[in-house]
Nanobody, 124 residues
Framework: QVQLGESGGGSVQSGGSLRLSCAAS????????MGWFRQAPGKERWFVAA???????YYADSVKGRFSISRDNAKNTVFLQMSSLKPEDTAVYYC??????????????????WGQGTQVTVSS
């Protein structure tokens, strides 16, 4: 059984930066595709970024060029570096893992493990 725990959320001003971390326990982390999703009040959970077991990366158009996803397999951790933050980025951010990486990394139902989420608030 895999458990994921996010950290690094908080409140920042527009244009600021945050780095989110997601630590995994259990399983074989290096073999998992990992993703970040976000959900704002009244909105559906939506794809933000993903990194595969082979270190390929994927980004939503809205964050491309501002966010960067990376992983440290030795620490069983995936990161999301967020820069040039905008109020539109305000949401709960969720870390997700896929132990059987056969699906589309942009789709939430592809993933079988989820963290509890961490709040990111960007003020104008």
């Amino acid at each position: 059984q895999v458990q994921l725990g996010e950290s690094g959320g908080g409140s920042v001003q527009s244009g600021g930066s945050l780095r989110l971390s997601c630590a995994a326990s259990g399983g074989t982390f290096k073999n998992y595709n990992m993703g970040w999703f976000r959900q704002a009040p009244g909105k559906e959970r939506w794809f933000v970024a993903a990194i595969t077991r082979s270190h390929g990366t994927y980004y939503a158009d809205s964050v491309k060029g501002r966010f960067s996803i990376s992983r440290d397999n030795a620490k069983n951790t995936v990161f999301l570096q967020m820069s040039s933050l905008k109020p539109e980025d305000t949401a709960v951010y969720y870390c997700a893992g896929d132990s059987l990486p056969y699906g589309d990394v942009r789709i939430p139902t592809t993933y079988d493990y989820w963290g509890q989420g961490t709040q990111v608030t960007v003020s104008s």
